[in-house]
């Protein structure tokens, strides 16, 4: 049996306890001027985020530089007291003209040009090619105001964003387009959910893996590759 002396043991203690100040330090930094953290709640941006993952978002970053096209952000749109935070994608930028034709997306930059049809290789097989609004194949188009952004879920056919203006296009209260002044951040971890039934990263329902996602996540994307030729 070998015992350690007091003057070791009390230098080990100090240690661990200076260790854990500082570890609460960085987390109290980031979750208070460069993080926030969020559980889901829903099934909008189905497959690439799931419900009841945490996230971490990025509140720092949009100080410095501007949201950018399919960006992941946190952000208020203003339509409901009880849902103060929607997650969705960037898909029009300020000045953009989107257009929803037959489910697909097409994007004209700026206010000249041709439309650009989007490859959304992030969306999965329910969804690819299968957006529209309300149910509508007829086609729709959108102007993106100055300083605006235009937002849909990855879970098109589950997902109240800015093609229904958050929840009713009728309404005067709401807009279908958010501003930087609404934008909480942008998702910068993706933390899975741990399920302690299982002590692993499974989903409660769906019963697949959650596992944490950082910044070798699959679901960030070479952005610029998914542009198509063709334009309509």
């Known amino acids: 049996m070998i015992t350690l002396p007091d003057s070791k043991i009390k230098n080990e203690i100090v240690d661990f306890l200076r260790d854990l100040v500082i570890i609460v330090a ?4 980031i979750t208070n001027f460069v993080g926030m953290n969020f559980q889901i709640n829903g099934q909008s941006m189905y497959t690439s985020y799931y419900d009841r993952e945490f996230i971490v978002v990025d509140r720092l970053s949009y100080r410095f530089s501007e949201p950018e096209r399919w960006d ?3 952000f ?3 339509v409901h007291r009880e849902k103060k935070y929607f ?3 960037i898909i029009g930028l300020p000045g953009d003209q989107v257009k929803i034709e037959a489910g697909e997306v097409y994007v004209k930059p700026g206010w000249e040009g041709n439309y650009i049809q989007l490859n959304e290789a992030y969306l999965s097989e329910n969804n690819n090619w299968k957006t529209n609004v309300n149910g509508s194949t007829w086609i729709h188009e959108y102007s ?3 300083d605006s952004y235009f937002v849909m879920g990855d879970n098109r ?3 109240t964003d800015s093609r229904t203006c958050f929840a009713s296009c009728f309404s005067w209260v709401t807009d279908a387009f958010i501003t930087s002044d609404d934008i909480t951040g942008k998702v910068w971890m993706d ?3 741990f399920s302690v039934k299982d002590f692993w990263f499974t989903h409660p329902t769906l019963r697949i893996s959650t596992a944490p996602r950082f910044f070798d996540s699959p679901r960030i994307w070479n952005y610029p590759e998914l542009w198509n030729d ?3």
Request: no cysteine.
């Open 144 to 146: 993106v105001p100055e």
């Open 26 to 29: 960085v987390v109290l930094f």
């Open 230 to 232: 063709s334009t309509s």
């Open 191 to 193: 933390l899975g959910f």
């Open 157 to 159: 056919n589950h997902s």
């Open 72 to 74: 992941v952000v946190v």
């Open 76 to 78: 208020t749109p203003h």
């Open 87 to 89: 997650l969705k994608r």
